[in-house]
């Protein structure tokens, strides 16, 4: 392996951090619902932040399968919205220093990545590192977004419930992050949301907020949540007019809302998985975009 420090260059001039928390979102996996984006946003935007460390995304990204966007205007090239994968530090509402990693998941060296995150997470004294994103569930909005959380140590995620026993998955940079990082005796865990399967398209801050939530509660960080709480109660009225303005939607909410009391009442049978229930849906939304494109509609 390359030397993974030869991977990110390191501000010489970093602040004092004591033991800081390090959140890590990085982009390109399942994130239904965008709760990544969401929580990572509400964070940057709400509290001052400056970049201690930057990746050569060069190393590590696909472009041509992440074509990153460029503005055309009349008769030039007028802007290129340069990939970053950037180590932030910032201060939460009580002073206390925690660091944020973000951006693009690398498609290339995975390991010397997290290898460079490591000796980060080893340089500035990191305590616990938290992952954080949504995944689609056959679940309605109406009833309490549920999350799954996994960690290193089951002490970090005492209390929560334990929604699944074993299932195999495509990897992540952020699972397998979690995953070395608990192998070389550090504490790591994550938080995934779940978004109702017909929501997962589109920004979800309720499940973003619940995420949110567990984060502050995990972490002791006194994180900025009222802008996220506005945005959900619109998001929220939003989806209740969709839902009453059409039956065949509303149906749909009934009958997860049955399969979901069910299951919790019984814990005797699996969830329904999203493509028996959201199939139904995902055609209404289909029409509904095709009606759009359509100026007769």
């Keep these: 392996m390359l030397d993974p420090e030869e991977l990110y260059h390191l501000d010489p001039d970093i602040p004092e951090l004591g033991s800081p928390v390090l959140l890590c979102d990085l982009d390109g996996f399942v994130d239904a619902g965008g709760i990544g984006g969401l929580v990572r946003d509400q964070v940057i935007s709400q509290l001052e932040n400056f970049t201690i460390a930057t990746f050569d995304v060069d190393q590590l990204i696909d472009y041509r399968s992440r074509r990153p966007t460029m503005t055309y205007v009349e008769d030039h090239w007028a802007t290129y919205d340069v990939p970053a994968l950037v180590l932030r530090t910032a201060r939460d509402a009580l002073g206390t220093p925690f660091l944020l990693l973000s951006g693009p998941e690398p498609d290339y060296q995975w390991e010397r990545f997290i290898a460079a995150v490591r000796a980060l997470v080893e340089r500035l004294g990191v305590r616990l590192t938290v992952g954080f994103n949504g995944i689609p569930m056959a679940v309605p909005h109406t009833r309490p977004i549920g999350l799954t959380a996994h960690a290193t140590r089951p002490e970090l995620v005492a209390g929560h419930t334990r929604w699944l026993s074993e299932v195999r998955v495509p990897g992540s940079v952020a699972a397998l992050l979690e995953f070395r990082l608990g192998r070389a005796g550090h504490d790591a865990l994550g938080f995934a949301a779940h978004v109702p399967h017909y929501l997962s398209q589109a920004a979800y801050p309720a499940a973003a907020l619940a995420v949110l939530d567990a984060i502050i509660e ?69 029409e509904q975009d095709q009606r759009g494109d359509n100026p007769d509609h």
């Design 218 to 286: 995990a972490t002791g960080l006194a994180l900025p949540a009222d802008q996220l709480r506005a945005s959900a109660r619109t998001a929220d009225a939003q989806i209740a007019r969709q839902v009453e303005n059409s039956e065949e939607i509303g149906s749909i909410v009934r009958m997860l809302e049955e399969q979901y009391d069910s299951y919790l009442s019984a814990h005797e049978q699996d969830m329904p998985t999203a493509e028996e229930l959201g199939a139904q849906f995902e055609r209404f939304l289909a």
